[in-house]
């Protein structure tokens, strides 16, 4: 079966950091993204990862083990703007960019 | 570059009417796909579209069905409309639908079904 678990909801202040993690169990594997999803507005990329280790983007990394099963996003120096649900996401099909979505974090930043 | 569209933004229908939805990928984008968001399900995957065709499939009724035009715009149909069809109904375009390719979301279209 195909199933993608992230915690729901997360709290955090800013300035702080805060890992959302991610384990998968999919049929397939074509790679990882984590994507950020404001209230009310479209999903927008945030990483991909499709070999193991650790991938560096400003504020936010990702992490990916294959062997596990397991990816977290890393966000430093949280700011009030990175409230939003964040999703995981994998890609399973051989051919095609069909992605499998987590239920979404949603991580709430307090002054 | 314009991004992706959907159109139209928010549509209200009742049980057993049928609706269609359209996407206009971003330039020069050929693969399409859809999904369905609700709170208690998330994002689930519908289908794909490239170049016409499609390509995968996800786990819903036969009611909901897709095309792409030779222009990569794509509309999916929902028949026979469900209280449960209520979702925000999301479109994704990505260059040439290879894998591990960014997807880049539209701003979706919320129907309510009363």
């Known amino acids: 079966g195909q199933n993608i678990d992230q915690p729901t909801e997360m709290t955090a202040t800013e300035g702080a950091i805060v890992q959302i993690n991610c384990t998968y169990q999919?049929?397939?594997?074509?790679?990882l993204f984590w994507y950020q999803q404001h209230a009310g507005e479209a999903p927008t990329f945030l990483s991909y990862?499709?070999?193991?280790g650790l991938e560096e983007k400003g504020r936010f990394s990702s992490f990916l083990s294959r062997s596990k099963g397991y990816s977290y996003l890393l966000l430093k120096e949280l700011q009030m703007k990175d409230s939003a649900s964040y999703l995981c996401?994998?890609?399973?099909?051989?051919?095609?960019?069909?992605?499998?979505f987590g239920k979404g974090t949603t991580l709430s930043v307090s002054s | 570059k314009a991004g992706v569209t959907q159109t139209p933004r928010y549509l209200i229908k009742t049980r057993g009417q049928q609706v269609t939805l359209s996407c206009s990928p971003i330039s020069g984008h050929r693969s399409v796909s859809w999904y369905q968001q609700t709170p208690g399900q998330g994002l689930q995957f519908l289908f794909e579209y490239f170049s016409e065709t499609q390509r995968n499939k996800g786990n819903f009724p036969g009611r909901f069905s897709g095309r792409q035009f030779s222009n990569s715009r794509s509309e999916m149909n929902v028949s026979t409309l469900e209280l449960g069809d209520s979702a925000l109904y999301l479109c994704?375009?990505?260059?040439?639908?290879?894998?591990?390719?960014?997807?880049?979301f539209g701003p979706g279209t919320r129907l309510l079904v009363l």
């Open positions: 996401a994998v890609g399973a099909n051989q051919a095609g960019t069909a992605l499998i």
């Open positions: 994704a375009s990505s260059l040439g639908g290879g894998q591990g390719e960014t997807q880049y």
């Open positions: 999919t049929s397939g594997f074509n790679g």
């Open positions: 990862n499709v070999l193991d």
